[in-house]
């Protein structure tokens, strides 16, 4: 049965959907049948993997309200061994469509239910909200991955985040944890960085900080403009390299 993670912070800009689409495509790239799910209004997940969000018929809004089934709304192969459940902005409205139907903060985890067996990972991309769709996604999860940006408030909200885990945890998913934190926009060549890193190890003991540093990278910047994961865009870069080495160590810490 596939693992589900959701990858999320309530705060925006911290390479949140930039670590959905290269993290999906680098442990896709291992072999492992992986399926990422675009729970963002916004889309970019969808995008930056190349689909036009815009024209799609079956997305999650359509899967959330119950008018298109999980199978229906899955694009397959995005890329190798990839497999995308899409999202455009009409997926805000899901939020007020659902707000009445019982139990409403487990419809994506009975959608994905359906299909979890046929996949080694699933890869939700969260609204950077506590939403009625983030509630659903972390509902639906095992585990929870939280990326952390390389700047002065980078501990802003993660205690916040961190409590409504437990939250979750504690009155609708008993089988979720946090899988652990990384480190985004990494720049070697200042110091916050470097301080940063230091500062949240020491606050954050007792979590799993993974080793995996994801660098502030021209070319990382660049793939989401051309519909394809850094991987493929550009598998020499630093930024390609870094999700690799994430993708790996999170497949081993799953083989526990």
């Given at each position: 049965?596939?693992?589900?993670?959701?990858i999320t912070?309530?705060k925006?800009?911290?390479?949140?959907?930039?670590?959905?689409?290269?993290?999906?495509?680098a442990i896709?790239?291992?072999g492992?049948k992986?399926l990422?799910?675009?729970?963002?209004?916004?889309?970019?997940?969808?995008?930056?993997l190349?689909v036009?969000?815009?024209?799609?018929?079956d997305?999650?809004?359509?899967?959330?309200i119950g008018?298109?089934?999980?199978?229906?709304?899955?694009?397959k192969?995005?890329?190798?061994n990839l497999d995308l459940i899409?999202a455009n902005?009409?997926?805000?409205a899901?939020?007020?469509?659902?707000?009445?139907?019982?139990?409403?903060?487990?419809?994506?985890?009975?959608?994905?239910?359906?299909v979890?067996?046929?996949?080694?990972?699933?890869?939700?991309?969260?609204?950077?909200?506590?939403?009625?769709?983030?509630?659903?996604?972390?509902?639906?999860?095992n585990?929870?991955l939280?990326?952390i940006?390389?700047e002065?408030?980078?501990l802003?909200?993660?205690?916040s985040l961190?409590?409504?885990v437990?939250?979750?945890?504690?009155?609708?998913?008993?089988d979720i944890?946090?899988?652990?934190v990384?480190?985004t926009m990494?720049d070697a060549?200042t110091?916050?960085?470097e301080e940063?890193?230091a500062?949240?190890?020491?606050?954050?003991?007792?979590?799993?900080?993974?080793?995996?540093?994801?660098?502030t990278n021209?070319r990382?910047a660049?793939?989401?403009s051309?519909?394809?994961?850094i991987n493929?865009?550009?598998?020499t870069?630093t930024?390609?390299k870094a999700?690799?080495?994430?993708?790996?160590?999170?497949?081993k810490?799953?083989?526990?």
């Amino acid at each position: 049965m596939g693992k589900i993670i959701s990858i999320t912070n309530q705060k925006g800009g911290v390479g949140k959907t930039t670590s959905s689409i290269n993290l999906s495509a680098a442990i896709a790239a291992t072999g492992k049948k992986v399926l990422v799910v675009d729970a963002d209004p916004q889309g970019n997940t969808t995008s930056g993997l190349g689909v036009e969000k815009n024209t799609l018929e079956d997305t999650l809004y359509e899967l959330m309200i119950g008018d298109s089934s999980t199978e229906e709304c899955i694009i397959k192969n995005v890329c190798k061994n990839l497999d995308l459940i899409p999202a455009n902005v009409n997926l805000a409205a899901a939020e007020i469509e659902i707000l009445q139907e019982p139990n409403n903060q487990f419809i994506l985890k009975k959608a994905l239910d359906w299909v979890r067996d046929k996949y080694d990972f699933i890869i939700i991309d969260c609204p950077p909200s506590l939403s009625t769709l983030t509630v659903n996604a972390l509902s639906a999860s095992n585990s929870v991955l939280v990326p952390i940006q390389c700047e002065y408030f980078a501990l802003e909200g993660l205690t916040s985040l961190i409590n409504t885990v437990n939250l979750v945890k504690e009155r609708l998913n008993h089988d979720i944890d946090m899988e652990g934190v990384f480190f985004t926009m990494y720049d070697a060549r200042t110091k916050l960085s470097e301080e940063v890193v230091a500062d949240v190890k020491q606050k954050l003991r007792g979590y799993t900080i993974f080793n995996s540093i994801i660098p502030t990278n021209v070319r990382l910047a660049e793939a989401p403009s051309q519909g394809m994961p850094i991987n493929e865009y550009d598998p020499t870069s630093t930024g390609a390299k870094a999700y690799e080495s994430l993708a790996r160590e999170i497949i081993k810490n799953n083989r526990k």
